[in-house]
Protein backbone atom coordinates (compact mmCIF):
# COMPACT_ATOMS: atom_id res chain seq x y z
CA UNK A 1 0.00 0.00 0.00
CA UNK A 2 1.50 3.27 -0.91
CA UNK A 3 1.30 6.30 1.09
CA UNK A 4 -0.34 9.45 -1.47
CA UNK A 5 0.44 12.86 -0.84
CA UNK A 6 -2.34 15.50 -0.23
CA UNK A 7 -2.01 18.62 -1.69
CA UNK A 8 -4.98 21.25 -0.99
CA UNK A 9 -5.59 23.83 -3.56
CA UNK A 10 -5.81 27.21 -3.12
CA UNK A 11 -9.50 27.22 -3.44
CA UNK A 12 -9.99 24.88 -0.83
CA UNK A 13 -7.58 26.66 1.47
CA UNK A 14 -9.78 29.40 0.68
CA UNK A 15 -13.09 27.44 1.41
CA UNK A 16 -11.09 26.46 5.19
CA UNK A 17 -11.07 30.02 5.72
CA UNK A 18 -14.66 31.44 5.13
CA UNK A 19 -15.94 28.04 7.61
CA UNK A 20 -13.44 29.03 9.74
CA UNK A 21 -14.31 32.82 9.91
CA UNK A 22 -18.34 32.09 9.47
CA UNK A 23 -18.66 29.35 12.96
CA UNK A 24 -16.18 31.85 14.60
CA UNK A 25 -18.39 34.55 14.28
CA UNK A 26 -20.08 33.07 17.59
CA UNK A 27 -17.99 29.66 18.27
CA UNK A 28 -14.03 30.20 18.28
CA UNK A 29 -13.70 26.51 19.75
CA UNK A 30 -16.38 24.97 17.47
CA UNK A 31 -14.18 26.52 14.25
CA UNK A 32 -11.09 25.61 15.27
CA UNK A 33 -12.32 21.90 15.95
CA UNK A 34 -14.64 22.12 12.84
CA UNK A 35 -11.58 23.31 10.38
CA UNK A 36 -9.21 20.42 13.04
CA UNK A 37 -11.59 17.78 12.00
CA UNK A 38 -12.07 18.42 7.96
CA UNK A 39 -7.90 18.18 7.94
CA UNK A 40 -7.65 15.54 10.24
CA UNK A 41 -10.42 13.52 7.76
CA UNK A 42 -8.93 14.20 4.74
CA UNK A 43 -5.48 12.69 5.69
CA UNK A 44 -7.34 9.14 6.21
CA UNK A 45 -7.34 9.83 2.13
CA UNK A 46 -3.05 9.30 2.23
CA UNK A 47 -4.02 5.60 2.66
CA UNK A 48 -7.10 5.36 1.70
CA UNK A 49 -7.63 7.33 -1.51
CA UNK A 50 -10.87 5.59 -2.49
CA UNK A 51 -12.89 5.70 1.23
CA UNK A 52 -14.74 8.65 -0.40
CA UNK A 53 -17.89 8.07 -2.93
CA UNK A 54 -17.56 8.94 -6.41
CA UNK A 55 -18.61 12.69 -7.19
CA UNK A 56 -21.77 13.22 -8.23
CA UNK A 57 -20.76 16.69 -10.29
CA UNK A 58 -18.07 14.77 -12.12
CA UNK A 59 -19.24 11.16 -12.17
CA UNK A 60 -15.33 9.94 -12.95
CA UNK A 61 -13.87 7.82 -10.88
CA UNK A 62 -10.87 9.85 -9.95
CA UNK A 63 -13.00 12.50 -8.66
CA UNK A 64 -14.30 11.80 -5.34
CA UNK A 65 -16.61 13.24 -2.50
CA UNK A 66 -15.58 12.90 1.21
CA UNK A 67 -18.35 13.43 3.88
CA UNK A 68 -17.52 15.30 7.24
CA UNK A 69 -20.85 16.65 8.75
CA UNK A 70 -22.54 18.44 6.53
CA UNK A 71 -18.90 19.30 4.38
CA UNK A 72 -18.44 17.63 0.98
CA UNK A 73 -14.94 18.02 0.30
CA UNK A 74 -14.22 17.28 -3.04
CA UNK A 75 -10.91 15.97 -4.49
CA UNK A 76 -9.66 14.07 -7.18
CA UNK A 77 -6.72 11.53 -7.42
CA UNK A 78 -4.04 11.67 -9.79
CA UNK A 79 -0.99 8.79 -9.76
CA UNK A 80 0.35 9.57 -5.96
CA UNK A 81 -1.28 12.69 -5.06
CA UNK A 82 -4.62 13.46 -3.80
CA UNK A 83 -5.87 16.67 -4.83
CA UNK A 84 -8.29 18.76 -2.36
CA UNK A 85 -10.54 20.96 -4.29
CA UNK A 86 -12.81 22.57 -2.72
CA UNK A 87 -14.82 22.31 1.03
CA UNK A 88 -18.51 23.01 0.98
CA UNK A 89 -21.45 23.17 2.90
CA UNK A 90 -23.74 20.96 1.82
CA UNK A 91 -26.59 23.70 2.11
CA UNK A 92 -25.05 25.49 -0.73
CA UNK A 93 -25.68 25.00 -4.02
CA UNK A 94 -23.53 21.79 -5.54
CA UNK A 95 -22.50 24.12 -8.86
CA UNK A 96 -20.71 26.50 -6.61
CA UNK A 97 -17.66 23.79 -6.19
Same mark, same amino acid.
Given at each position: ???????? &???????????? /???????????? @????????????????????????? !? &???????? #? !?? &?? #? #?? !?? #???? @????? &?????????? /??
Amino acid at each position: MSLEIIVW &SSNANLDLINIY /NYISKNFVFYAR @KTINNIIIKTEHLSLFPYMGRVSLQ !Y &SQENYREL #I !YK &SY #I #IL !YK #IESN @KIHII &SVLHSARKRD /NF
